[in-house]
């Protein structure tokens, strides 16, 4: 019963498409017209730029998800399916490097068409195509020429991209597909290709606006994808310059306004470490950092905005805080769980927060490593491995199964105060209104430059709550009675507890796919309503 209520408020949440075209893909069979041998030319080189490492590690071997393994069967079950996923996507084709392993490229393109027949398969479900399709082209105007064969074959998965259109998830899959088709639009000749380019075209004119916010962030709320996102705007920025006669220049020009506000919500929510925070769905070494976007948006004269220096800035559409005074970067989350029909990255993390010292991390959310339906990919959706409050051990949003989201906490409007030196942020979420107790929970962030008070007031009745503080794995802590943490350049800060005791209990942090890191975390009990937590520099 209590799974029929989960689903009940998740179903209820979904756009009407996301459930008829569930019907649909069931229906429908792929069919398949003659392939295309013929591609355009074009009028501008495109300017090959790699924006993340190289995957391969030699002898055939991948490094995906921080796991190696060899190519060897493209659909073994024994393997983990996300592990194949990337495997059929292809990235290392322009990947740091690429110019060196063209021979080695060559054989991998050769091996999948002969192993991988249409429709049979990881490889030719809908969201690989995208990206695969994406890195052949962008691999064949880098100056590798393609064989006939390559070229049918491309063709032929366009084709079963176009009728296999992730209606059904929309969000980031729904994005990918359109940019799919747009590359296979300007890339091929023919019919076929012009509708290709005009469906992806006009599926990105529906989709840009919804996606990316007014405040630049992408819908979904999760730094990881948003760079990732944003590293498509800019091939498809790049395609509409190697290919003017076929994508707008109108087009082209939206395109490029939303790039510049995308880089302003990703500097925002990087920490000085120049890598992303976690919020939701968010890990190291999956999207490109945001410095290497900054280069290739570069190399196509794109004119990046000013760093933005402001003592607080308020992303007011995705729901986030920031906040810097001296060498402290506070980043606040006062966001919904994402979009409401698509929460799939969501993790129960209202109210929660990161906070860096210089370039180094302090109180850091536990991150994502592993995506599924198993345990420990809903423990870390759980809002106990967030830097946030607890109530009777439920979830400020009822997350479940691996991409599920039931009832969920909606935040009010956040009250800002910023002084001289002193910047203090204060919100409320009802995510444990649902309770018996008809629980509010608000938290005031005080951030100045020695110290960070953050305050907790819960309203409503409850048997027990805790507040978690999560520590990265290179702070130390000195001191269990009295807490005193030290960070790696020496400097110590001592921890103080009012309307509660603390604890120091030992965790894990979660920063790459894959990867599991010992660390501390700090839980405070509540022994009323009113608990504050202070961390001040003590030398």
């Known amino acids: 019963m209590n799974k029929i209520f989960k689903l009940y408020h998740t179903l209820k949440y979904l756009k009407p498409i996301q459930l008829t075209n569930r019907v649909s893909r069931k229906l429908s069979k792929v069919r398949f017209s003659a392939p295309i041998t013929q591609s355009n030319n074009t009028s501008t080189q495109w300017l090959s730029f790699s924006v993340l490492p190289s995957c391969y590690q030699g002898n055939r071997q991948f490094k995906f998800l921080n796991v190696v393994d060899v190519v060897s069967d493209w659909n073994d079950d024994k393997k983990a399916k996300l592990w194949l996923y990337n495997l059929h996507y292809f990235d290392d084709l322009n990947q740091l490097g690429w110019q060196e392993r063209t021979d080695i490229h060559t054989d991998l393109i050769d091996t999948w068409i002969a192993q991988n027949p249409p429709m049979m398969g990881n490889g030719w479900e809908p969201y690989t195509i995208s990206l695969r399709c994406v890195n052949w082209i962008k691999w064949f105007l880098s100056g590798n020429e393609p064989k006939p064969e390559w070229l049918s074959s491309l063709s032929l998965q366009v084709q079963a991209l176009d009728q296999q259109l992730e209606y059904h998830l929309l969000g980031n899959h729904l994005f990918a597909n359109a940019k799919g088709l747009v590359f296979a639009g300007c890339f091929f000749q023919g019919k076929d290709a012009k509708a290709w380019l005009k469906r992806g075209l006009a599926i990105l004119e529906q989709e840009i606006p919804e996606q990316i916010l007014a405040d630049g962030g992408n819908f979904e709320l999760t730094p990881m994808y948003h760079n990732t996102i944003l590293a498509d705007m800019l091939d498809l920025y790049h395609l509409s310059l190697v290919y003017p006669d076929s994508i707008p220049s109108e087009t082209q020009s939206l395109w490029y306004e939303y790039i510049l506000k995308m880089f302003g919500w990703a500097e925002q929510m990087e920490h000085p470490d120049g890598d992303?925070?976690?919020?939701?769905?968010?890990?190291?070494?999956?999207?490109?950092?945001?410095?290497?976007?900054?280069?290739?948006?570069?190399?196509?004269n794109v004119d990046l905005p000013a760093s933005n220096d402001e003592q607080v800035t308020v992303l007011k559409d995705s729901g986030y805080v920031?906040?810097?005074?001296?060498?402290?970067?506070?980043?606040?989350?006062?966001?919904k769980v994402g979009p409401d029909y698509i929460p799939g990255h969501a993790h129960a993390d209202t109210l929660s927060f990161e906070l860096s010292i210089g370039n180094q991390r302090v109180f850091v959310n536990s991150g994502t490593s592993v995506y599924g339906l198993g345990a420990e990919r809903l423990r870390q959706r759980k809002t106990e491995t967030h830097n946030t409050v607890v109530v009777?051990?439920?979830?400020?949003?009822?997350?479940?199964?691996?991409?599920?989201?039931?009832?969920?906490a909606y935040p009010s409007i956040p009250k800002i105060n910023a002084k001289e030196q002193t910047v203090s942020?204060?919100?409320?979420?009802?995510?444990?209104?649902?309770?018996?107790?008809?629980?509010?929970?608000?938290?005031?962030?005080?951030?100045?430059?020695?110290?960070?008070?953050?305050?907790d007031s819960l309203t409503g009745t409850f048997n027990e709550a805790q507040a978690h503080y999560h520590l990265h794995p290179d702070i130390q802590v000195l001191s269990e009675d009295s807490i005193v943490i030290q960070l790696p350049d020496n400097s110590k800060y001592g921890v103080k507890v009012e309307g509660g005791d603390a604890v120091v209990l030992d965790s894990t942090w979660h920063p790459e796919f894959g990867l599991s890191v010992a660390n501390k975390k700090?839980?405070?009990?509540?022994k009323q309503n009113e608990v504050t937590f202070v961390l001040e520099r003590i030398m």
Request: net charge positive.
């Open 276 to 300: 992303v925070s976690f919020f939701n769905d968010s890990a190291i070494g999956i999207a490109p950092k945001l410095k290497r976007l900054k280069e290739y948006a570069e190399i196509l």
């Open 322 to 335: 920031v906040a810097k005074v001296n060498d402290k970067k506070l980043i606040a989350d006062v966001a």
């Open 392 to 408: 009777d051990g439920e979830d400020s949003s009822e997350v479940w199964s691996g991409f599920r989201v039931a009832r969920r």
């Open 425 to 455: 942020v204060e919100c409320s979420h009802d995510g444990y209104m649902r309770l018996p107790g008809k629980v509010m929970h608000t938290r005031n962030w005080q951030l100045a430059s020695e110290s960070l008070v953050v305050s």
């Open 522 to 526: 700090l839980l405070v009990n509540f």
